[in-house]
């Protein structure tokens, strides 16, 4: 079943703000669970970096104010430098483990995570000076920026499955992806610079709602008359009654309740006031057991 999603329900205070840090928001989960993981494999404690902990936890809790929001962005390499602090001086406390593999492998994943907090700070400084602004980006270098997403996803996994892109390699765990992103301008593609968190939310749906060894296909294809972009899934499906609902702030469907996730359950949410910001459309075909297909349209601005 395919519907076009025409309306949602309003948005309470602070929730708007709180769809514009989503991509801030979906790092600082992945950073919390690292650092959680850090505390288990020393002592076995999960609490054990607490203050890493309470400053992602406050960071988080200010992305309802939008002030507050962009001056966590501005002086985002502060509060790193504060974890990063009391990681070493936590790592410095366990001779032979602060140091091992496990922790080292966690350090990596940690500074991985810092400069893609520092990179999207940026992109959501950038947006706040100018909200409705399209860019020319590099096919190239967004190719390299979304392939470092999904590199990022299968690291976070710690090991429970891969991501590949031939599926002649393809294993029974793997994820295969097909990205494909054409311009007919060339070698770039316009874009509001929002609608990068819209397809890193999306594509980040598609994986986590499709159990490993299932297919993931994303195009983008950019005309001088509109933006198109689809993501869809071999996934668990969403049901009929529910395609209009699941797009509401923190709804999901209802055979999905059950899985733990990091997210908030508002990617959706912010494609479709995305999608409407720039007077575009979108569509959700969707099938319980055989997966969903989400596609956007945003039409082109006019010249001058």
């Known amino acids: 079943m395919e519907i076009e999603i025409v309306q949602i329900a309003e948005l309470k205070p602070g929730e708007r703000s709180l769809l514009d840090m989503h991509s801030l928001l979906n790092v600082l989960n992945v950073l919390q669970g690292e650092a959680m993981l850090i505390g288990l494999h020393l002592a076995d404690n999960a609490e054990l970096l607490s203050e890493t902990l309470a400053i992602c936890d406050r960071v988080k809790a200010s992305f309802s104010d939008q002030d507050l ?8 390499r502060v509060e790193e430098e504060a974890i990063l602090s009391e990681i070493r001086l936590v790592c410095g406390r366990y001779p032979g483990k602060g140091d091992d593999a496990e922790t080292l492998e966690s350090l990596g994943n940690l500074r991985s995570v810092f400069h893609i907090l520092e990179v999207r700070s940026q992109e959501v400084l950038a947006r706040a000076r100018e909200p409705g602004k399209w860019l020319d980006l590099p ?8 392939l470092a997403v999904f590199a990022a996803i299968e690291k976070n996994s710690k090991g ?10 393809q294993k029974p765990a793997d994820y295969y992806v097909d990205f494909v992103i054409e311009s007919t301008s060339g070698g770039t593609v316009a874009m509001p610079l929002i609608f ?8 980040a749906n598609a994986r986590k709602y499709t159990p490993p060894g299932g297919t993931i296909n994303v ?8 933006l198109r972009f689809v993501v869809q899934d071999t996934g ?3 049901p009929d009654d529910e395609l209009g609902e699941v797009v509401n702030f923190g709804r999901r469907g209802s055979n999905v309740e059950h899985m733990r996730t990091m997210g908030g359950g508002f990617g959706l949410t912010k494609a479709f006031l995305v999608t409407k910001q720039f ?3 979108l569509w959700i075909k ?9 596609t956007i349209t945003i039409p082109r601005p006019e010249e001058g």
Do not use: Q
Request: one cysteine or more; a positive charge; proline letters at 0%.
């Open 69 to 76: 929001a962009l001056e966590f962005a501005r002086k985002v």
């Open 139 to 146: 096919i190239e270098d967004m190719r390299a920026d979304f």
């Open 160 to 169: 429970r499955y891969h991501i590949i892109y031939n599926l002649a390699l």
């Open 196 to 203: 990068k968190d819209v397809m890193r939310d999306l594509i």
């Open 219 to 226: 195009g983008l294809h950019e005309t001088a008359a509109e």
């Open 236 to 238: 668990c499906g969403i």
């Open 279 to 281: 007077g575009g459309r």
């Open 286 to 294: 969707s099938k319980v057991g055989v997966g969903t297909r989400i």
